[in-house]
């Protein structure tokens, strides 16, 4: 069982769609989450970072972590074509200092 | 304030060539990550580098090999390509291991690097 599993789609809605975007995983000890966003021909951007179990909201965007399942969550609301993109998952924790990423989604919102 | 630089942009290569990657952090970042992305494996962990030191290292193989200057920047060494080394290398970096407190690592645009 892979550390991080995350449905790479791809993922295509209408515009102004409320998209959700998940990951599971198996480690126990990752405590720090993030999603990712990255542009055709870009690296990735940091979108949003939550520590622990909890909610986290930044404009349009939720972030949802559930350590008690290993489930992360991000949704979009009021999904705009500027949201097409990759998005990855990312968590770290533990004594090993490094940040595991999913595989990515591949979303694409249609005007 | 200058973003993560990565050169070369794209780069071809036959099997059994070696390669050499660079990377210029951002200013004042000391840490720098380089990962393999691919369509089959995705984002995959290389090594980490903080203060000259390889603080982390990936499940790659020997052949892989980087290393940090004083400066911060870093290198990455592929010798003996494969045809399966084809992949898009981005470099990343940080104020700290892992992205420091909020993991936030910040990406170059990547070096696309087709070995044939």
């Known amino acids: 069982q892979k550390e991080v599993e995350q449905d790479p789609g791809p993922l295509s809605v209408p515009e102004g769609a409320i998209v959700s975007l998940n990951c599971t995983y198996s480690?126990?000890?990752?405590?720090?989450f993030m999603w990712y966003r990255q542009y055709s021909r870009k690296g990735p951007e940091l979108l949003m970072y939550t520590y622990s179990s909890g909610n986290k909201e930044d404009g349009r965007f939720t972030a949802q972590v559930d350590k008690s399942s290993k489930y992360i969550s991000l949704f979009i609301r009021d999904s705009q074509p500027s949201d097409s993109a990759t998005y990855l998952c990312a968590m770290s924790g533990g004594s090993n200092y490094k940040l595991t990423f999913g595989k990515g989604t591949l979303l694409t919102v249609n005007p | 304030k200058a973003g993560v630089t990565q050169t070369p942009r794209y780069l071809i290569k036959t099997r059994g060539q070696q390669v050499t990657l660079s990377c210029s952090p951002i200013s004042g970042h000391r840490s720098v990550s380089w990962y393999q992305q691919t369509p089959g494996q995705g984002l995959q962990f290389l090594f980490e580098y903080f203060s000259e030191t390889q603080r982390n290292k990936g499940n790659f193989p020997g052949r892989f090999s980087g290393r940090q200057f004083s400066n911060s920047r870093s290198e990455m060494n592929v010798s003996t390509l494969e045809l399966g080394d084809s992949a898009l290398y981005l470099c990343?970096?940080?104020?700290?291991?892992?992205?420091?407190?909020?993991?936030?690592?910040?990406f170059g645009e990547g070096s696309r690097l087709t070995v044939l």
């Open positions: 480690n126990s000890a990752f405590q720090y």
């Open positions: 990343a970096s940080s104020t700290g291991l892992a992205g420091g407190n909020t993991g936030e690592l910040f």
